[in-house]
């Protein structure tokens, strides 16, 4: 799908089955939650890119360290259910081996596809970067209770509220217009790199399209990795 500026998003998915478990994509007792760090380095992005790499930019939203050597640049949808596989299977393993120790960093970047996917991309931004990834996690895991088009808006709001979200932020930030013109962007940037589906991936450069088990993303990462 070919996105502009001036695309009017097609309503599709959304009503939410997310119970009292939901509290833990947020944290609490099972520990801290992962938090999206912002790489600003005067403008400049802190590791070398190539031709084909996005630059990162100063409001990406990161997971892992900064100065990690190899950087996976991911476009996806909230309501893609592949999206959905690759966070709830191969990301967990991804996470342990490389994103933990150091050597590799998530940049997450949405490529919305519909209306639902944009508002919850927009309810993610909202939520501040301590709570992102938490929420993107909520809204992976409990995708097939969401995933319809007439409870969407609901279905959000109880994600919302599940991670501390009042129902007037909630109300607010999907009416944000600046939120939603750089959701846009980003989307139209990745369409400068060729992206035309999701889950896209670049990773140090290499294109990787699909949402591929772990084995072949251990491969990729492994090549980019420097020589010890």
């Not at 900064?66 to 259910?81: F, G, H, N, R, W």
């Not at 709570?131 to 919302?160: K, V």
Request: proline share 6%; charged share 20%; with cysteine.
């Amino acid at each position: 799908m070919i996105a502009s500026k001036g695309l009017i998003l097609a309503a599709v998915i959304v009503a939410v089955g997310a119970g009292a478990g939901g509290y833990w994509f947020f944290g609490g007792p099972s520990g801290t939650p992962a938090i999206a760090t912002q790489v600003t380095t005067g403008g400049q992005t802190s590791v070398a890119q190539s031709a084909w790499m996005p630059e990162i930019l100063p409001d990406d939203m990161i997971l892992g360290s900064p100065d990690a050597k190899v950087t996976i640049v991911e476009y996806a949808s909230l309501t893609c259910p592949h999206c959905a596989r690759f966070h709830k299977e191969t990301l967990p393993k991804i996470k342990s081996e490389y994103i933990e120790t150091g050597k590799v960093k998530l940049v997450y970047r949405d490529f919305p596809f519909d209306e639902a996917s944009m508002r919850a991309a927009m309810m993610a931004r909202c939520s501040g970067k301590e709570r992102y990834f938490g929420f993107l996690d909520a809204m992976f895991s409990t995708q097939e209770s969401w995933a319809n088009p007439q409870g969407w808006r609901p279905g959000l709001a109880r994600i919302g509220k599940l991670g501390g979200m009042s129902q007037e932020a909630f109300d607010k930030c999907l009416g944000d217009k600046a939120v939603e013109d750089a959701i846009l962007a980003k989307r139209l940037e990745g369409q400068k790199f060729g992206v035309e589906s999701t889950p896209t991936f670049f990773i140090n450069g290499e294109k990787v399209s699909g949402a591929y088990p772990f084995e072949h993303f251990d491969q990729v990462i492994k090549r980019k990795l420097p020589a010890s």
